[in-house]
């Protein structure tokens, strides 16, 4: 595959998700540039915008097995990842199998997942990271590629779990998914309360998305790229060497060197998907938002003001210069 | 255009760029820290010409150019951030780079540089790397500035400050200077001495100039050093024609000029006796013996020409060559005569030059301020009648006391504070008699002055009541004479004083 092949075939899933998810374009990018750097993405959003939808019509989209895990307070990590169970067979014979659980798929929608324990919601780690499963001692390998695409609700925070920060760090981008606008809600009523429903058709495999997970890893990355993301990464702990002003008064702990190559994947995808082989600072910068904001840890004033994670990554960003030397007197 | 020729013409255009960027910031540095200056100048007593910054400014700026464009010129690296920058290559060119130097590898290496080959078509290095001034409007602002203030602020200072002292200092070495500088011109055109009267004016010129109410410091240095040389290389050149006139280096000037001018006269009676006819052998051979003595009162060296015309008058008398040596002798006159005058120049240069140097060190004095120009302004007073400066001393080396005496020192050091406060009140007016006088100035050019004066009274009877002095009080006095310190020659005054107000007393 060349990044020209790349390009052509992701302009086809978008226009292909196009024709089920009104707006959220910048959403729909979001996802496709994690799925393609082969990272997993937490999407927040008021019930109803779309997320569920989003999901299910890029798992038809990629041609990939697609499960949907709604989690609650009841839920129990057995029910994420499966158990062993006794079977007779015909014989009269017990033997204990294991039952994969839903997270044994490929698209894997977690939805509302804050709202389970975090015993549940780390039942999702290994998977998240290993890409594999361990229940009583075996690892059981998932197929790839394995996406975790999680949901969470901003407003209604009552009998909710936050996510551990370690869990919150394993999502590649955090999206939040606004309310679409007037037209937006307009052309969903039109296409999606009439008798015809569109339906999205797969353009893509999962070989496919790997050889594209793969070429995105090939698009080059200039040391002064990877310096300026190592710099706004730096620059986002207040105990570093040049912490920015933003993360100075409002940051306990900063982005995790996770993030640096969060940062650095999505902006690779970002490059591939904009049809050219190598990563800009400017991808950098169009990515940071949701490659950063649920990696910072907030101090109490901070949260006593109400400070946006976002408002933080902004002003870092603004804050850090490129790598680009200036010339004196310019 | 390949993106490595490309780099190139960046690289070399950036660092032209940063480097006259670097020398506009020093000039407008530069230039900012004389119209700091010279704001200073306002208190402090100094100039700034507005031509120094200028010329400062712009050797600043050039050196700072020079220096950052062959010392630090850009790197390939800064000049591939730059072309991305200003022509949103997307960082293709600083990867570029990179991927020049071997990192990073990558499956896609080929795709990019075909891409990179593909974008670097639409550059055009001389609009993407711009060498053109961009703080000409600084630099124009400052450079105004400083010549405006220079202009028009010039010699302007605050009230109590060094500077106004010094300002101060420099008018009155002006007022000074042209005072004596007529009085030169006017002796020296009255005398016939060109020199002296060239440099006179040329002092005159100074002086004008010094004592203009906006007068500067380094103008009035400036005046006085170029007046100084000008008299040294005047004086040079006269002491070099005395000396090809036979003038002997260590003669005193003004004492060989009269004793010359003396002979000058002698020569002149020979002259017109050497005229008269018959001239017999006798009074010849007087002649000649004249003519010998006046060459042995010469003083000159043996080669001077008024010396060897002296002698060839003497020959030619001894041969009874009367017209001979007439001709011998008026060569001799003129000879001496213009020896008298360059002496004549000489010396009215040297006092020039003394008083031009006593102006230089009078302001030297005020600029380092820790003098009061007006104390240092005064010249010492000598008192010709103190025992002090009497040759020998009225009161005798052997009198102690005329050792010590001190004399009034008031406004003859110098010091600081006023005269009141030194001297008390002022001196009351004795009802004597006066005659009212009007002295004239000299009629000629320059100014002429003339003022009413109060000259010396009139021989009359003293005015002041004489009292019966009682024996009490003479004894008083005489004991008051024993105690203060009465220097001897004035004791014997006061005791005679004391003695005649016995005498007349009723």
């Known amino acids: 595959m060349d990044v020209e092949e790349f390009g052509a075939l992701y302009q086809r899933i978008r226009a292909e998700l196009g024709r089920v998810v009104v707006g959220h374009a910048d959403v729909v990018e979001g996802v496709l540039l994690a799925v393609f750097a082969g990272g997993h993405v937490l999407l927040e959003g008021v019930p109803g915008v779309g997320k569920t939808l989003m999901v299910k019509a890029l798992a038809q989209v990629l041609g990939l097995r697609f499960s949907r895990i709604q989690f609650t307070p009841d839920l129990m990590p057995a029910d994420v990842v499966g158990t062993n169970v006794l079977i007779q067979d015909a014989e009269g014979h017990r033997v204990l199998t294991f039952q994969p659980g839903p997270v044994f798929s490929q698209i894997v929608l977690a939805d509302e997942i804050n709202r389970a324990t975090p015993k549940t919601q780390s039942a999702l780690l290994e998977a998240m990271q290993e890409y594999a499963v361990t229940v009583a001692g075996t690892t059981y390998p998932l197929e790839r590629p394995f996406f975790v695409l999680a949901t969470q609700n901003p407003i209604e925070m009552e009998g909710t779990y936050p996510l551990p920060e370690a869990q919150l760090d394993r999502f590649l981008l ?112 169009a990515v940071a938002l949701p490659a950063l904001r649920h990696r910072l840890l907030l101090n109490f004033e901070a949260e006593a003001e109400g400070v946006d994670p976002d408002q933080v990554v902004r002003e870092v960003v ?5 790598v680009a030397p200036t010339p004196a007197g310019t | 255009m390949s993106p490595d020729r490309l780099l190139e013409a960046a690289r070399s255009r950036l660092s032209w760029q940063r480097a006259l960027r670097n020398g506009e910031t020093t000039a407008v540095w530069v230039l900012a820290g004389a119209l700091a200056g010279q704001l200073g100048s306002l208190a402090f007593p100094y100039s700034l010409r507005w031509e120094w910054a200028l010329v400062a400014a712009a050797g600043s700026a050039v050196a700072v150019t020079l220096l950052v464009r062959f010392v630090r010129p850009a790197t390939r690296l800064e000049a591939a951030c730059w072309l991305d920058r200003r022509c949103a290559l997307l960082d293709r060119m600083c990867t570029y780079v990179a991927v020049r130097e071997g990192n990073p590898r990558s499956a896609l290496v080929n795709r990019f540089l075909e891409d990179v080959h593909r974008a ?74 060109v020199e002296a009267s060239r440099s006179a004016r040329r002092a005159r010129q100074a002086a004008e100039l010094m004592s203009a109410p906006r007068a500067t410091l380094s103008m009035a240095q400036r005046q006085l050093r170029g007046l100084r040389e000008e008299i040294v290389s005047v004086r040079a050149a006269v002491q070099s024609r005395m000396q090809e006139a036979g003038s002997l280096a260590d003669r005193d000037g003004l004492k060989a000029a009269q004793a010359l001018r003396e002979l000058e006269r002698e020569l002149a009676r020979v002259g017109r006796a050497l005229e008269e006819v018959p001239l017999g052998a006798e009074q010849a051979e007087q002649l000649r013996r004249t003519l010998s003595l006046l060459e042995g009162k010469l ?208």
């Open chain 2, 299 to 506: 003083h000159l060296q043996r080669s001077a020409p008024a010396s060897a015309a002296l002698r060839e008058a003497q020959r030619r008398l001894e041969r009874r060559d009367r017209p001979g040596a007439r001709e011998a002798v008026r060569r001799a006159e003129d000879t001496l005569r213009e020896l008298v005058r360059l002496m004549e120049e000489e010396g009215a240069l040297a006092k020039q030059q003394h008083e031009v140097e006593a102006s230089s060190l009078s302001i030297a004095q005020a600029v380092r301020g820790g003098v009061d120009p007006e104390a240092a302004q005064a010249r010492p007073v000598r008192y010709p009648d103190s025992p002090r400066n009497r040759p020998g001393g009225a009161g005798g080396q052997d009198d102690p006391e005329a050792q010590v005496w001190e004399g009034p020192q008031e406004g003859a050091e110098p010091g600081w504070g006023h005269v009141p406060d030194k001297l008390g009140s002022a001196t009351p007016r004795l009802d004597a008699r006066r005659r009212q006088e009007h002295l004239p100035g000299e009629v000629g050019e320059g100014k002429v002055f003339a003022a009413r004066v109060q000259a010396p009274g009139v021989a009359d009877s003293a005015r002041t009541p004489l009292l019966r002095v009682p024996a009490r009080v003479v004894r008083q006095a005489d004991e008051a004479l024993r105690a203060a310190r009465v220097p001897a020659p004035y004791r014997e005054w006061v005791r005679r004083y004391f003695s005649q107000l016995t005498e007349a007393g009723p």
């Open chain 2, 120 to 193: 670097v078509q639409q550059v055009h290095v001389s609009r993407a790397v711009p060498i053109r001034p961009v703080r000409w409007r600084a630099v124009l602002a400052l450079v105004a500035s400083v010549v405006v203030w220079d202009l028009v602020l010039s010699g302007a200072t605050l009230p109590n400050t060094p500077a106004r002292r010094v300002a101060e200092a420099v008018r009155r070495e002006g007022r000074r200077l042209l005072d004596l500088a007529q009085e030169w011109e006017r002796d020296a055109r009255s005398r016939g001495l």
């Open chain 1, 318 to 322: 603004e804050e850090v210069p490129e």
């Open chain 1, 174 to 285: 955090k999206l939040r998914v606004p309310f679409p606008d007037r037209e937006s809600v307009v052309q969903i009523l039109e296409r999606t309360t009439g008798s015809q429903v569109p339906e999205v058709q797969p353009v893509a495999d999962a070989a496919t998305v790997l050889r594209m997970q793969a070429l995105v890893r090939e698009v080059l990355a200039a040391p002064h790229v990877q310096a300026y993301v190592a710099r706004l990464v730096e620059a986002t702990h207040p105990q570093g060497p040049r912490p920015a002003k933003a993360a100075r008064r409002w940051v306990r702990y900063g982005a995790s060197p996770r993030g640096a190559q969060a940062l650095l994947l999505a902006a690779k995808a970002r490059a591939l998907a904009n049809g050219r082989a190598h990563t800009s600072a400017e991808d950098v910068r």
